[in-house]
């Protein structure tokens, strides 16, 4: 029944076993979407392989210290996660490492001004979850196992191939190279579609020559555990000049992961130079707005005696001028602007500001580390029979905390659409079968991208305008409930 | 400016349709053969079919190009005769899952064209026969088709009129031929040779574009004039069927019209959706009667 010309095209793709769908990159994006793939109804069948640097993780140690690698997940995230596998939050739990964190309070370390959220604002139980990132690979490693999942460990894709515009349909071809005892084995595979899930320096994403666009900020995130004097389960964030510096409770809400933005050579003195001791008071006095890090209003107050001003003058002298810029800022947001007794008055019901606990060390050997910040985006995240999920496509800020999660979004938006491709009778690596994810991740990851940004972006500024108005605007958000909430909701991951 | 895209939108995908029809009209309709003297292959007027086999090398390319639209179009297409089929096939269909919605059918498609549609209902398990009147595009339709081994054994393509098909005394669970009747000289004709090729109890499934003002703006005047989105003579608006028109010929083939959908484009998303409005693009699936008896309907 073929023609000579199929034939001969036939004959010429041959090397090579089949995949459906390859994943390059065994980060929490790539062993999710393997997961979720391998779970959903419409994909279940699919062979799925990936393909990771790193053998696969062992079990951390029950009573060890909390990793400094943490994500403050959504609830939003766990929902992807639980696609994943029913066991998987169950087993990332077990050990009593995850803390739920119900509220969160960022202020402003130079101005004043502040804002508080709770999860009750929006009847949910937590804002999120903050987790050890191996703690949920490790799951979901596990999950892969149970699953059928072909993981091939300690190798990388060292080339891949989409076919060329004159062969459409053609399968992708990749090379696999596995380090098995220090030698070199190779394999091809040829498959439906890859995914780059091989993150922010994408060796994928470069090979088939997808640009990115974006910015660094010149700043570096040193990430670190401490303890408090308390169990807590707030997200405290303070916004310096240098960046903001965020403390999010884990374990039994005694240990704290510190997530701190700030100047590279601050950053590699805090990483690297610093005992744990003077690291914990270090962090301490950036939260608590003493010795090196107090604010520039400060001199002749006490410590959060600006912070109290501004929430005076939000409930008298300035509540009329809070009105307006409620209204504007709820405008902004696209919350309606509610005309009430409570709302008239919601000022003085705003939440006050918290003191956040007291820091001292997690111990003697703790790890610490400090990663390069920026924000970019892939200019595309499909080609035919290519994918970008995670932050192989889309680097953001940390200081919101999303990457991560964007990441989890991005495996769930894949898997939606390749469902929805193969109910269609579509081919799942086609431009026709990707295109909705790329319209989807693109209209989750931009406006997070741009209002992270646009927030690093006014924390910087130092100059005394800025600075009132930032605060104004702070305790204008803080007093305004639909505003509050709708940030809550959209920090949760829109869950 | 906004309207006018969208007028563009809605009639470009036409073009693409145009000439999957075309080549489907070439192959499909001995109707045809009768209005005009033309070749073997059937009715189809020879200039029409050289100026789609010009087409054809692109029939595959999604994102740009004369098909890119018909690509578009195409999931809502499937949707609507995979969901069709599901209902009226639900004693032997009931159990698939739905990315295997068509196991255990055979499907004959009439005017397949670089085989968009026709992969689509073979991937979805149907046992698909794919016919089309431009050897080009059957070439272009295997040769696509076979850089996915997956698609062996249930993807078969031949360069044949649907008449010379009917006459082998084959049939088929379901015929389909979407955008093709506008492009067919002789639509009655064409239309009975469907009718013959469809089962006792089976599904005969056609789209077009409907002969309205709305379409005259879109298709003609919007896709081809206006935006060169195809080229100018892609469609000629009279050969535009209405959805009675559309009932009747499916009638007079022995099958009843059981449903109509619009097809609508929407120009931010680049994508399509069933609908109410049948203004322009429309959808039909039609039911031949059960008695394999000659159908007495009309
Ligand atoms: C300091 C800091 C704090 C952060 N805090 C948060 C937070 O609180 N919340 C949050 O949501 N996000 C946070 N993030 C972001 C988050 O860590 C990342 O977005 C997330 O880890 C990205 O996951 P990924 O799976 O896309 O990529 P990665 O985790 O980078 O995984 C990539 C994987 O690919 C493998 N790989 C790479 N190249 C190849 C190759 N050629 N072949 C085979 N394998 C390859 C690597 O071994 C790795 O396993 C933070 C980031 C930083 C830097």
Redo the contacts between chains.
């Keep these: ?3 000579s ?3 001969r ?2 004959s010429t ?1 041959t090397s090579g076993e ?1 995949r459906d769908v390859v994943i390059v990159g065994g980060g929490v994006a790539g062993a999710a979407l393997a997961c979720a793939l391998r779970r959903n ?3 279940s ?1 699919l062979q799925v392989m990936l393909v990771d640097a790193n053998d696969s993780i062992k079990r951390p140690l029950k009573d060890a210290k909390p990793d400094a690698r943490c994500v403050a997940l959504t609830p939003r995230s766990r929902s992807v996660l639980d696609a994943c596998g029913p066991r998987v939050w169950a087993r990332i739990t077990e050990n009593g490492r995850v803390r739920a964190f119900d509220s969160m309070q960022a202020w402003d370390g130079v101005g004043g001004g502040h804002v508080s959220y709770a999860a009750s604002e929006l009847g949910a139980e937590a804002l999120g979850h903050v987790v050890e990132n191996s703690l949920i690979l490790e799951a979901l490693e596990r999950e892969m196992e149970t699953l059928g999942v072909e993981r091939v460990g300690k190798a990388s894709a060292s080339e891949t191939r989409a076919p060329r ?1 004159s ?5 992708a071809e990749a090379k696999i190279s596995v380090d098995e005892d220090g030698k070199t084995r190779e394999f091809d595979v040829r498959a ?1 579609l890859i995914v780059a899930a091989d993150g922010p320096k994408s060796a994928v994403r470069k090979s088939a020559g997808i640009k990115i666009a974006g910015w660094g900020y010149g700043q570096r995130a040193v990430v670190g555990t401490v303890r408090t004097d308390r169990a807590h389960s707030t997200a405290w964030q303070r916004f310096l000049p240098t960046g903001p510096i965020a403390l999010l409770p884990i374990g039994d809400g005694t240990y704290s992961n510190v997530v701190w933005t700030t100047t590279p050579s601050e950053a590699k003195r805090l990483a690297e130079d610093v005992s744990d001791e003077e690291f914990a008071q270090e962090v301490h006095d950036a939260l608590q707005g003493l010795g090196a890090y107090k604010s520039p209003f400060q001199e002749n107050f006490d410590r959060f005696a600006t912070l109290r001003f501004f929430e005076d003058a939000v409930n008298q002298a300035y509540k009329p001028l809070v009105r307006v810029t409620r209204e504007t800022v709820s405008r902004a947001v696209g919350v309606p602007v509610i005309e009430s007794a409570e709302e008239d008055t919601c000022a003085e019901f705003a939440p006050r500001f918290r003191y956040p606990p007291f820091v001292s060390p997690a111990g003697t050997d703790t790890k610490r580390g400090s990663f390069p910040l920026s924000t970019h985006h892939a200019l595309s995240l499909t080609k ?1 029979r290519l994918a970008l999920i995670g932050d192989a496509a889309h680097v953001v800020h940390p200081l919101g905390g999303q990457g991560l999660n964007l990441g989890l979004r991005d495996a769930e938006l894949l898997v939606n659409a390749i ?1 929805r491709a ?6 799942i690596g ?3 079968a990707l ?1 909705p994810y790329a ?1 989807a991740s693109v209209a989750a990851n931009v406006p997070m991208m741009a209002a992270l940004d646009g927030l690093q972006k006014l924390f910087s500024a130092e100059t005394y305008p800025v600075t009132f108005a930032r605060s104004l605007g702070l305790a204008a958000v803080n007093a305004t409930a639909p505003v509050r909430r709708k940030i809550a909701w959209y920090a949760m991951g829109g869950a | 400016m906004r309207r006018r895209a969208l007028d563009a939108a809605r009639a470009s995908p036409r073009g693409g349709r145009t000439a999957e029809r075309a080549s489907s009209r070439s192959s499909a309709t001995p109707a045809r053969a009768r209005a005009r003297s033309s070749a073997s292959a059937g009715q189809v007027d020879p200039n029409e079919r050289a100026k789609f086999e010009r087409d054809a090398a692109l029939w595959w390319n999604e994102t740009r190009g004369p098909f890119a639209a018909l690509h578009a179009m195409n999931p809502t297409r499937v949707a609507f005769v995979r969901d069709a089929m599901r209902e009226q096939f639900k004693e032997t269909l009931g159990t698939n899952a739905m990315r295997d919605a068509l196991r255990g059918t055979r499907v004959l498609d009439v005017g397949c064209g670089g085989g968009i549609f026709a992969e689509s209902l073979a991937r979805l398990g149907a046992d698909v026969t794919a016919i089309d009147a431009g050897l080009a595009n059957i070439e272009i339709a295997r040769a696509h088709a076979a850089r996915d081994p997956g698609l062996d054994g249930r993807l078969r393509y031949e360069h044949v009129a649907a008449e010379a098909l009917g006459d082998r005394g084959e049939t088929f669970d379901a015929v389909t031929s979407l955008e093709v009747i506008e492009h067919v000289s002789d639509p009655m004709g064409f239309a009975k040779s469907l009718g013959k090729l469809v089962r006792p109890g089976g599904a005969l499934f056609l789209s077009t574009i409907n002969r309205t003002a709305r379409s005259f703006a879109f298709a003609i005047v919007g896709a081809e004039r206006a935006l060169g989105l195809v080229p100018p003579g892609t469609h000629s608006f009279s050969k535009f069927l209405t959805p009675g028109e559309v009932a009747l010929l499916a009638s007079r083939s022995g099958c009843e019209m059981r449903e109509l959908a619009g097809m609508v484009y929407d120009p931010i998303r680049n994508t399509w959706a069933l609908s109410t409005d049948v203004q322009i693009n429309f959808i039909a699936h039609c039911v031949k009667a059960k008695e394999s008896t000659k159908k007495s309907k009309d």
Excluded: C, V, Y
């Excluded at chain 1, 062969?167 to 399968?171: C, F, K």
């Excluded at chain 1, 193969?422 to 081919?427: P, S, V, Y």
């Design positions: 029944m073929l023609s010309i199929s034939r095209f036939a793709a089949i109804e419409a994909t069948d515009e062969e459409a349909g053609a399968l439906r035919p469902a193969r109910e269609l009778g579509q081919d086609s431009a026709s295109a319209r």
